[in-house]
């Protein structure tokens, strides 16, 4: 049976996980791109540390029913970068970045806080407001690295890529996010494991991985 206060309750304490998330990873696309030499998310205003400059309506409802997301892609113009070639990796790799950052402040709060003196109901609610937080941060980092379009992981393999090789990949990875939402529909609706077959093999050891050298602990 649909437990309609068990949702709410798991929305709201996802919610500071997701707004924080998604904030700091876009904003730091657009630090690193005005470093480098392009006002245009300035220019946007989406150079802000407020959420509702950043949220996606999709890649926020992802995010509230898994730890994988998006949000509104911080505008940037890669030929005013100062070298647009490796300038556009820094720029995609900071939003990966800045979610493992925000995910080892996380993580060292949980490890290190004593939460029980804030009461033991309060203790419980903002553990796990703070570890839904540093699994939505590790799943963000992790879900934007994957190298499909338009994912930061696709333009950070596209500056390694030589010229000759940049379109056809782009023409291999074109239906890839078409698929991508639609193994993750399947998987969500019915129950049927498409999307986490294929992603797991991967996230389980990266995420162990962040757990073991922040958290000093596995999967």
């Known amino acids: 049976m649909f437990d309609i206060q068990q949702l709410v309750y798991s929305l709201l304490l996802k919610a500071p996980g ?111 407001i703070a570890f839904m937080a540093y699994q939505i941060n590790i799943g963000l980092s992790f879900f934007n690295l994957l190298p499909f379009p338009p994912l930061d992981g696709s333009n950070i393999l596209i500056s390694f890529l030589p010229r000759s090789k940049v379109q056809p990949y782009l023409r291999l990875m074109r239906y890839v996010p078409l698929i991508f939402i639609v193994l993750f529909f399947v998987e969500w609706s019915f129950h049927i494991p498409t999307i986490s077959r294929i992603l797991n093999p991967l996230y389980i050891p990266y995420a162990t991985f962040w757990n073991l050298v922040i958290l000093g602990k596995g999967f």
């Open 18 to 128: 997701i707004l924080v998330g998604l904030t700091i990873h876009e904003y730091a696309h657009g630090l690193v791109a005005l470093l480098r030499g392009d006002d245009t998310a300035k220019q946007a205003g989406r150079l802000s540390l407020n959420p509702v400059s950043h949220l996606d309506l999709y890649g926020t409802l992802m995010l509230c029913i898994g730890f994988f997301g998006w949000a509104k892609p911080v505008p940037v113009n890669y030929q005013n970068l100062n070298n647009p070639r490796w300038d556009s990796a820094l720029v995609s790799i900071a939003g990966p970045a800045m979610n493992i950052l925000g995910a080892i402040v996380l993580g060292l709060m949980l490890r290190f806080l004593d939460f029980s003196a804030l009461g033991t109901t309060n203790a419980v609610v903002l553990y796990k």
